[in-house]
């Protein structure tokens, strides 16, 4: 089945950079675009960009255009997204997520705080 | 920048229909936005219920169904259960291979 993966909760000082993983298995993980999705403290959902694990190609959604890598390592199914140049508002739960053949989000990962205080 | 709206909150009654909808501030939603929509209760990720408009995910009761109506997509709860309330997203590809989600509604079942 297919499953991600995701790293441990986090907690940096502002100014500093995060770089969250998100393990995939249960499928063949070149053949679908990974996204990231983050939701801050009571907040809704905020699309952050894509990265298709085949190419690498990326696209950034342009809140975060300039402060956001998204890379994976293909030997191991695994997508990161980092985040630099943290600020107390990127205080947010991070969300890796599958885009299925219906161009939805069909798999999610389990979520990972990432806490910004100084 | 493209924003994506959505009510704020909607009640329906235990056994109602409800419909949310899913529109743009500017034009109108069409399939090609390939509109999807995500239920959510608090501390879950978020679980897909409907994608390509009108296509139900797997395992989701045929009492959510999804259509375009006038300028929006819509999402339509038949029958609505007490766990159905939760927060309710839906997001939409907007083009150049970015998506944006709406603000999110919630439902409340009373």
């Known amino acids: 089945q297919v499953q991600l993966v995701q790293s441990g909760a986090e907690v940096m000082k502002p100014g500093a950079s995060v770089k969250v993983s998100c393990k995939s298995s249960?499928?063949?993980?070149?053949?679908?675009?990974m996204h990231w999705v983050r939701q801050a403290p009571g907040q809704g959902l905020e699309w952050m960009g894509r990265?298709?694990?085949?190419?690498?190609?990326?696209n950034y959604a342009q809140n975060f255009q300039g402060r956001i890598t998204m890379t994976r390592d293909t030997s191991i199914s695994t997508a990161y997204m980092e985040l630099s140049r943290l600020r107390s508002d990127d205080t947010a739960v991070y969300y890796c997520?599958?885009?299925?053949?219906?161009?939805?989000?069909?798999?999610w990962g389990q979520g990972t705080l990432v806490t910004v205080s100084s | 920048q493209t924003v994506v709206t959505q009510e704020p909150s909607f009640s329906v009654s235990p056994g109602g229909t409800v419909t949310l909808t899913c529109g743009l501030s500017?034009?109108?939603?069409?399939?090609?936005?390939?509109p999807s929509w995500y239920q959510q209760t608090p501390g879950q990720a978020p679980r897909t219920l409907m994608y390509?408009?009108?296509a139900r995910s797997s395992g989701v009761p045929d009492r959510f169904s999804g259509s375009i109506l006038g300028n929006k997509a819509a999402l339509t709860i038949t029958g609505a259960q007490a766990d159905d309330e939760s927060d309710y997203y839906c997001?939409?590809?907007?083009?150049?291979?970015?998506?944006?989600f709406g603000g999110g509604t919630k439902l409340t079942v009373l």
């Open positions: 997001v939409l590809y907007v083009g150049s291979g970015n998506w944006v």
């Open positions: 990265i298709h694990p085949d190419s690498g190609t990326t």
């Open positions: 249960g499928y063949t993980f070149t053949g679908n675009y």
């Open positions: 997520a599958r885009i299925g053949s219906g161009w939805a989000f069909d798999y």
């Open positions: 500017s034009g109108s939603v069409s399939t090609s936005f390939y």
């Open positions: 390509s408009t009108n």
